[in-house]
């Protein structure tokens, strides 16, 4: 399979003068066709700039940039039926209902009456929203909202979807919500470019990520790359009695790829390792061995708020 | 695909999408048409028969016959508000930028628009009036000069769906709308719909009669056959060619300006 989404060098700026802002400054952004990309960074560092551009409602300073193979300025109108654009706000009609919104865009996606209304039902059914009937949209949840607006933007089956900041302002139930139904979507062989301040959606649901800051591309890869980037794995443990912290601590640092650390208040040690799992088996066994009794031990690798933090000098 | 019969034929459709919209939010929400009744109904009650004892009409006359096509062309000035609400919540929750994201017709959003907010004051219109006839109101030279009348009216409505689409482009939320609301207030009431500028001091009275409000209103007592009409100044014995050109010039201005608004988005 190719590529869903390419942009090479794109530029944008805002307004003029003194109060010119550059948003993109020679943004590069491949995505393979069927995964999930996450665009990961702080306010302002033109994620949303990016999928503006890419879902043809923002036309770049410089640079260009292609949809399945449709350049997004000179082809916009192509681009338009095979995208689907979920923005920052939920977009629809607070006055109609659920069906209605999604008959009404059914039909400005210029599907015949009968086939809007059945997609309409379909995309009702699919979202969990069946139940909602003639209820305004404006008596929703939060999450319902989400939901109904996702559906909306999937009314063509788009092949491409862009997703800005999905789930922001939800409580947790509403994000898992709007998880599992991007995970479906997936499934189904939609590609996905998603922007997100929360490192745990991306780490979630990207299969590849890109960290932006000032409009550029300044580290990207799979999340496990990200985060080894970083640094290695660690083990961490907790013993049952203080006095046995000493004899862990020499255990780990025998078995382990490093010094042990030890925090006395919690009864904890850690150790960096290499090999992860062979060396959480031959820790485990050791202790055992030696008898020393252990409440919880674990692998920990560093979280992508750490990687985000080093990257880009923010903490998120 | 691309030709320009099946562009016009997409806009039309999907302009129609766009109208049937305004018309489910009435079927969901019925009360919101008598919500935006009551003002106008409820100022030709208290003034016409509140104030109305105290008021009288130059030349003579019922005042609240003088009193009903000023409240007629009030009500398509303050329509305005209708427009701009509808435009700036949409900019503001992101529908704008769903419909610029799908295949639709780009114009559709526009003429939908016109369209709904043209049968919206077709129907007020309509229950205005039968409200006048109820109160002593009438049309008194002929339906077709009365037709005409209501046409000049819808013709200032349509005038102020542009100054709508604009403003509600370019204010950025719902609390500079309120402002925009305030504003329309004024411009609304410095006009001959409760008194004649005749009555007014010399300065006031010439703003009021050069207000495009007062042209429409003008125009229409005279094509209704309603008292008040008439008067020295050439704005008021030019009412009716004033009535035409005041919202084709405002229109004029504002279309261009709406419509480069709207490209404006995307840059």
Redesign the interface.
Same mark, same amino acid.
């Given at each position: 399979m190719g590529n869903a989404v390419v942009a090479a060098g794109l530029r944008k700026a805002y307004g003029g003068g003194d109060k010119r802002h550059v948003a993109l400054d020679g943004l590069d952004l491949t995505v393979p066709a069927g995964t999930v990309h996450g665009l990961l960074g702080p306010n302002g560092a033109g994620k949303s700039t990016t999928v503006r551009i890419l879902s043809t409602l923002l036309r770049p300073d410089a640079g260009r940039a292609e949809v399945l193979g449709h350049d997004v300025v000179r082809e916009a109108s192509r681009v338009r039926y095979l995208i689907g654009m979920v923005g920052q706000n939920a977009a629809v009609d607070e006055i109609l209902s659920g069906r209605q919104n999604l008959a009404m865009f059914g039909r400005l996606y210029h599907l015949s009456g009968k086939e809007a209304d059945r997609r309409a039902d379909e995309l009702l059914e699919l979202f969990g929203l069946a139940g909602t009937g003639r209820k305004p949209v404006k008596e929703y949840s939060g999450g319902m909202r989400r939901r109904l607006d996702l559906a909306a933007g999937l009314i063509l089956s788009p092949r491409v979807l862009f997703l800005d900041e999905p789930t922001t302002g939800l409580d947790p139930r509403g994000r898992t919500e709007v998880w599992s139904a991007v995970r479906t979507l997936v499934e189904a062989g939609t590609t996905v470019l998603l922007t997100t301040q929360y490192l745990e959606e991306a780490d979630q649901l990207a299969h590849d990520i890109s960290v932006i800051d000032k409009g550029r591309v300044v580290a990207g890869g799979t999340p496990d790359a990200l985060k080894a980037k970083l640094g290695g794995d660690r083990i961490e443990f907790v013993v049952h009695d203080a006095s046995d912290l000493a004899p862990a601590a020499a255990l780990a640092t025998r078995l382990g790829d490093g010094e042990a650390e030890i925090d006395e208040d919690a009864r904890r040690v850690g150790v960096p390792v290499k090999d992860r799992v062979s060396a959480l088996i031959a820790l485990a066994r050791a202790l055992d061995e030696a008898g020393i009794a252990v409440e919880d031990i674990a692998l920990r690798r560093p979280t992508l708020d750490e990687v985000f933090l080093t990257m880009t000098g923010v903490a998120a | 695909m691309n030709t320009v019969g099946s562009r016009l034929g997409?806009a039309v #459709?999907?302009g129609w &999408?766009?109208t %049937? %919209?305004d018309l &489910?939010?009435l079927a969901?929400?019925p009360w919101q048409l008598v919500v935006s009744l009551l003002f106008p109904i409820m100022m030709v009650l208290m003034f016409g028969y509140l104030l109305g004892g105290a008021m009288t009409v130059p030349g003579g006359g019922d005042y609240r016959e003088f009193l009903l096509p000023g409240m007629f062309g009030l009500t398509m000035v303050f329509g305005l508000e209708r427009t701009l609400i509808a435009i700036s919540t949409d900019a503001?929750?992101?529908?704008t930028? %769903?419909? #610029?994201? @799908?295949? @639709?017709s780009g114009s559709?959003v526009v003429l939908g628009r016109c369209a709904a907010d043209l049968l919206d004051s077709v129907v007020v219109l309509a229950i205005l009036a039968g409200c006048g006839l109820l109160m002593g109101w009438d049309w008194h030279r002929g339906l077709d000069q009365a037709a005409l009348a209501f046409g000049l009216l819808l013709w200032l409505r349509f005038a102020m769906l542009w100054v709508g689409i604009y403003l509600g482009l370019m204010l950025p939320g719902p609390e500079m709308v309120m402002a925009a609301q305030i504003l329309v207030w004024p411009f609304g009431f410095l006009s001959s719909t409760f008194a004649s500028p005749d009555t007014m001091p010399g300065w006031l009275g010439a703003v009021v009669e050069w207000n495009p409000l007062s042209a429409t209103v003008s125009a229409a007592r005279e094509l209704f056959g309603n008292p008040g009409v008439g008067g020295d100044s050439w704005a008021a014995a030019n009412a009716l060619p004033l009535a035409l050109a005041w919202p084709l010039l405002l229109t004029a201005i504002f279309f261009p300006l709406s419509v480069r608004r709207y490209r404006r988005?995307? #840059?």
């Open positions: - | 997409w #459709r999907d &999408t766009i %049937r %919209r &489910t939010h969901n929400q503001s929750k992101g529908v930028d %769903r419909f #610029r994201s @799908m295949p @639709m559709a988005l995307s #840059r």
